[in-house]
């Protein structure tokens, strides 16, 4: 079994003797850029429809889960059968309406019985809100908080509703802008990306994806600009701003 194998592979790279001295010396926190950097190689595969790319980075991540379950194996607290098991149980314990004799429901309705039962299982008094990672992108993270409290049924009715404190919140920076309180700025700049989060979810759009979708059209574009500058031989820092933005709104985004 190939999983068995990556498994083997793992603990020999591991071990005292004969393992290699770098995998040897890893911990949980020495390898955690390393597991976010494979999370988003896989991201990126997938936004750019590469399934041969998309089969390496999730091996990669395995990878990564295997790595991290070996640690905790050799300290004696749980295996990769475990977390696997566990898992498992989770899935079966979710799905009550596909194996269990729960009622039929819909995909929204899946997922708020999903949620219910997950509910049921953290200790009582525990916010709905607590298992959202605090390691996430902020943004995400912002998108992930109030999805959770919509299924709680904190929400608002209408998109309309979402838009204007949207508008209420610029105010309030500009305001604060204003005032030139850079505490004050930094709390209302805030507010602001998170009422803008609440409106991209009213819009069914993940303000994640979208701003990431921004980040490669502005480079794109920028390219284009860099090369415009370069064939009136010029470099970028000799010319000036006004001809820059000339430029800039010349390049199609």
């Known amino acids: 079994m190939?999983?068995?194998?990556?498994?083997?592979?793992?603990?020999?790279?591991?071990?005292?003797?004969?393992g290699c001295p770098w995998d040897r010396r890893q911990t949980h926190q020495s390898l955690k850029a390393g597991l976010l950097e494979e999370t988003y190689e896989v991201l990126d595969a997938i936004d750019r429809h590469d399934p041969k790319a998309l089969r390496e980075e999730l091996g990669d991540l395995l990878l990564q889960i295997v790595f991290h379950a070996d640690i905790e194996e050799n300290a004696?607290?749980?295996?990769?059968?475990?977390?696997?098991?566990?898992?498992?149980?989770?899935?079966?314990?979710?799905?009550?309406?596909?194996?269990?004799?729960?009622?039929?429901?819909?995909?929204?309705?899946?997922?708020?019985?999903?949620?219910?039962?997950?509910?049921?299982?953290?200790?009582?008094?525990?916010?709905?809100?607590?298992?959202?990672p605090k390691a996430l992108p902020a943004l995400y993270r912002?998108?992930?908080?109030?999805?959770?409290?919509?299924?709680?049924?904190?929400?608002?009715?209408?998109?309309?509703?979402?838009?204007a404190k949207f508008d209420e919140e610029l105010g309030e920076f500009r305001t604060a802008v204003r005032r030139g309180r850079r505490r004050e700025i930094t709390h209302e700049l805030g507010d602001l990306l998170f009422a803008l989060a609440k409106v991209a979810?009213?819009?069914?759009?993940?303000?994640?994806?979208?701003?990431?979708?921004?980040n490669r059209r502005f480079i794109d574009r920028f390219g284009k600009l860099e090369r415009t500058v370069a064939k009136s031989g010029r470099r970028m820092h000799e010319v000036k701003p006004e001809e820059l933005y000339r430029l800039w709104r010349k390049q199609r985004p």
């Open 142 to 163: 912002a998108a992930r908080i109030q999805a959770k409290a919509s299924r709680l049924g904190f929400e608002w009715r209408r998109r309309s509703q979402a838009i």
């Open 2 to 18: 190939s999983l068995r194998r990556l498994q083997t592979i793992v603990k020999r790279l591991r071990a005292k003797r004969g």
């Open 201 to 214: 979810r009213f819009l069914d759009l993940d303000p994640e994806t979208t701003l990431q979708a921004a």
């Open 76 to 132: 004696g607290r749980f295996t990769l059968e475990d977390v696997i098991r566990e898992h498992c149980e989770k899935l079966v314990r979710r799905h009550p309406h596909v194996f269990a004799r729960g009622r039929k429901v819909n995909a929204g309705g899946a997922l708020k019985q999903w949620e219910l039962i997950k509910r049921t299982e953290k200790p009582a008094g525990a916010s709905g809100l607590g298992t959202v």
